[in-house]
């Protein structure tokens, strides 16, 4: 298991943006699945966007146009871009890591965002 500490959460006005971003320890040797989930309070986690170490992108049709996930080259370093914010995207989110997307054994103590409507 790789830990994983996330940055970027915060307060922000309908329309906005943040930039989230979550670096793996010393001991990830990258190029590994990564992807952000996130899950506000009443609701079941979702996964908002990911990428493999294929390079394959995937975005919930929620955030599609308007989120970006990108990693950095050494891949221990995942963003999420998020464009164009509203009050639906309020929720605390998490990254995590694995070999691949089915086994993501890593996850970040999640970080909040809030949108302001």
């Known amino acids: 298991q790789v830990h994983l500490v996330e940055s970027g959460g915060g307060l922000v006005q309908a329309g906005g943006s943040l930039r989230l971003s979550c670096t793996a320890g010393?001991?990830?040797?990258?190029?590994?699945?990564m992807a952000w989930y996130r899950q506000a309070p009443g609701k079941q986690r979702e996964l908002v966007a990911s990428?493999?170490?294929?390079?394959?992108?995937n975005y919930a049709d929620s955030v599609k146009g308007r989120f970006t996930i990108f990693r950095d080259t050494a891949g221990k370093t995942v963003y999420l871009q998020m464009n164009m914010m509203n009050f639906d995207d309020t929720a605390v989110y998490y990254c995590?890591?694995?070999?691949?997307?089915?086994?993501?054994?890593?996850w970040g103590q999640g970080t909040q965002v809030t949108v302001s409507s």
């Open positions: 995590a890591a694995g070999e691949n997307m089915g086994n993501l054994n890593s």
């Open positions: 010393r001991s990830f040797f990258g190029g590994k699945a």
């Open positions: 990428i493999t170490m294929g390079g394959t992108i």
